[in-house]
């Protein structure tokens, strides 16, 4: 199984959770975990991920805020299992929100400068709802600080094929500081996937 990490906003390759992730899985026969960094224009990302994904057979998503949003897209089109961390389900309206019109364009890092052209893609690139739900596990904490746990709560229990897994929770943060305790349940919903999917 190979596990691609999605990070989220103003994270990178080394996220904090993507290497809790690795080093768990490092000593697990036929478990891979892949760390893309994510730092760059949507339609960028998406391309890195098709590259990325399109080498590696059994590949199954695990997202996280804004990796949650473009895990959901690459699922929704490709039927691949994902479970996602607090997922940015309107992300476009929250950097809106946050950055303002006066805030934009907004230096991320070094070589990545969100704009609103940018967010127009993601708004373009975003699913009105997810049709393979069965293959989806989020987890949700109600005390995220960065993002409304209902938007997403409302938006993946809204899907007519297959219901998503979600686990919602009191409290808790939106970097979801328990997370490596909740590892052995994801795998074992990643991997359990894997092997219903039709080959």
């Not at 059994?58 to 996602?84: C, E, K, N």
Request: contains cysteine; hydrophobic residues 45%; aromatic residues 8%.
């Amino acid at each position: 199984m190979n596990i691609v990490y999605l990070h989220g906003f103003q994270s990178n390759s080394n996220s904090v959770k993507g290497q809790i992730l690795r080093r768990y899985c490092a000593d697990l026969i036929g478990v891979h975990v892949h760390l893309p960094d994510l730092n760059m224009p949507p339609l960028q990302v998406m391309q890195q991920m098709s590259e990325l994904i399109e080498g590696l057979d059994d590949v199954v998503l695990v997202g996280s805020s804004l990796g949650g949003f473009y895990a959901t897209q690459w699922m929704a089109r490709h039927h691949i299992p994902a479970v996602l961390i607090n997922p940015a389900v309107y992300p476009w309206q929250l950097f809106r929100d946050l950055f303002g019109e006066t805030a934009l364009p907004y230096q991320v890092t070094e070589t990545w400068c969100l704009d609103d052209a940018q967010l127009n893609q993601m708004q373009a690139l975003a699913v009105s709802k997810v049709e393979n739900a069965d293959q989806l596990l989020v987890l949700l904490q109600q005390g995220d600080e960065t993002l409304d746990y209902r938007d997403a709560a409302d938006f993946y229990s809204a899907t007519q094929a297959g219901m998503a897994m979600l686990i919602t929770e009191v409290g808790g943060t939106h970097g979801m500081d328990d997370f490596a305790e909740k590892i052995p349940m994801l795998l074992q919903f990643l991997s359990d996937a894997v092997k219903n999917m039709p080959k």
